[in-house]
């Protein structure tokens, strides 16, 4: 087959070494069975904020996927109108472009964007093709969460386009993919039925740490000899100042400087300035910048705890689980939801209200300074991540599904 897949806000894997997320591993899977990939990016690295390309290109990786970069306009902040404007430019062009492209077989569109999740559900039922629509984020429900709630009302006027058009995308997608139940449930009340075996959930995914890699790696090498013994805290995402801010972990730090423990904070992002500067006095504290998928497996082995702040209630997924459960880390995390749930249920780690840091020092306590109790954890985490977030497993069972439902459709 030929298969479009829709997805502009991951990281593309231009090289082994960096870091795969949903879409990557998807993509290998259905190279592996034998299909033709197109993947419709963005020409923005929308966690590095840079440009990718500097215009409209087509180009194929090493593994053999033809990539089409769509360029808008770029954005500094998550949650911004820049970055509304980027997408519905790059959604623009996806229609403009898609209607002079020889017709895929099956249609896989990632949201968010919602707009470009519509534009290619709009193509697809117009040139009679399977659509599948995959719900990471509950956009655009969730632009409502920044708005104080005395003018919630008007913005949903004002965004009046905007439900249409996710309304219309579930209502006409011939299966909706989500990467929780609770998303699931939200895709299918905007369709207005019952699931069928088209709708299925496929958690977030990973792999696990490669160890023998981590040898060839010199960079951190004088700083891990320094924290040989100490007990790692280990944070690894965007800094910013929706739900991925780790400024607790400072405070935190603040409270824990006569223990042994040691924060180790990777990745960057708008806040990444801000951070830098206030922990220049905490000794227990050490910022790494961006990471590729090998020093990301580098400092998972060193570390003991993973991290998941989070600045108010929240029940978005976060790549973040899978990637400590991948090592055996009990998790402390401030995620409501299936998260939580999870968190709570198999004993992987704790939940903290968000800006709790007294609740969050605690908790970094428990796991220091009772051994039993982290090694049960640890073993939990390794159960688990077996069970739910094997990405092998994960993404096989993905790619089976979209060859089911291309042959469903065509029946």
Not at 12 to 34: C, N, S, W, Y
Request: aromatic share 12%; charged share 25%; proline share 4%.
């Amino acid at each position: 087959m030929n298969i479009w897949i829709m997805q502009i806000a991951e990281t593309l894997p231009l090289d082994e070494k960096q870091k795969k997320m949903r879409t990557g591993f998807l993509v290998e899977k259905i190279l592996a069975r034998g299909h033709n990939v197109l993947w419709w990016i963005s020409a923005f690295d929308h966690f590095k904020k840079n440009w990718i390309f500097k215009k409209d290109t087509e180009i194929t990786l090493i593994n053999g996927v033809k990539v089409y970069a769509l360029k808008g306009i770029g954005y500094k902040k998550n949650i911004s109108l820049s970055r509304y404007i980027d997408h519905r430019i790059i959604s623009w062009k996806f229609k403009k472009i898609a209607s002079k492209m020889p017709k895929p077989d099956i249609i896989v569109a990632s949201m968010p964007p919602h707009d470009l999740a519509y534009q290619a559900v709009m193509f697809a039922k117009k040139n009679k093709i399977p659509v599948l629509v995959d719900i990471r984020d509950p956009w655009p429900d969730i632009f409502l969460q920044h708005i104080p709630n005395t003018f919630q009302g008007i913005a949903r006027k004002l965004l009046f386009m905007d439900f249409y058009m996710i309304r219309k995308t579930m209502q006409m997608a011939d299966g909706v993919i989500a990467v929780t139940n609770t998303f699931l449930e939200w895709g299918l009340r905007y369709a207005n039925r019952e699931k069928t075996p088209f709708d299925k959930v496929f958690p977030l995914g990973c792999q696990r740490p490669n160890i023998q890699n981590l040898s060839n790696i010199s960079k951190f090498t004088d700083v891990i000899k320094k924290l040989k013994d100490k007990f790692i805290i280990f944070f690894v995402g965007a800094m910013t100042k929706t739900y991925h801010d780790p400024s607790i972990l400072l405070e935190a730090a603040k409270k824990l400087k006569n223990e042994k423990i040691h924060f180790v904070i990777a990745g960057t992002g708008e806040l990444f300035d801000e951070l830098k500067k206030a922990s220049e006095n905490l000794n227990n504290v050490t910022l790494t910048g961006w990471l590729n998928q090998e020093e990301i497996e580098l400092w998972l082995n060193y570390a003991k705890v993973g991290v998941c702040p989070a600045t108010k209630d929240v029940i978005l997924p976060t790549n973040k689980i899978c990637t400590y459960l991948s090592a055996s880390l009990p998790v402390i995390s401030a995620f409501g939801g299936e998260l939580k749930e999870l968190i709570e249920k198999y004993q992987i780690g704790f939940y903290y209200s968000p800006n709790d840091v007294d609740a969050l020092v605690n908790y970094i306590l428990k796991l220091y300074n009772n051994t039993q109790l982290y090694k049960t954890m640890s073993e939990n985490t390794k159960r688990i991540f077996d069970e739910i977030f094997d990405a092998d497993k994960i993404y096989e069972e993905y790619a089976n599904h979209i060859e089911k439902v291309y042959v469903s459709c065509k029946k």
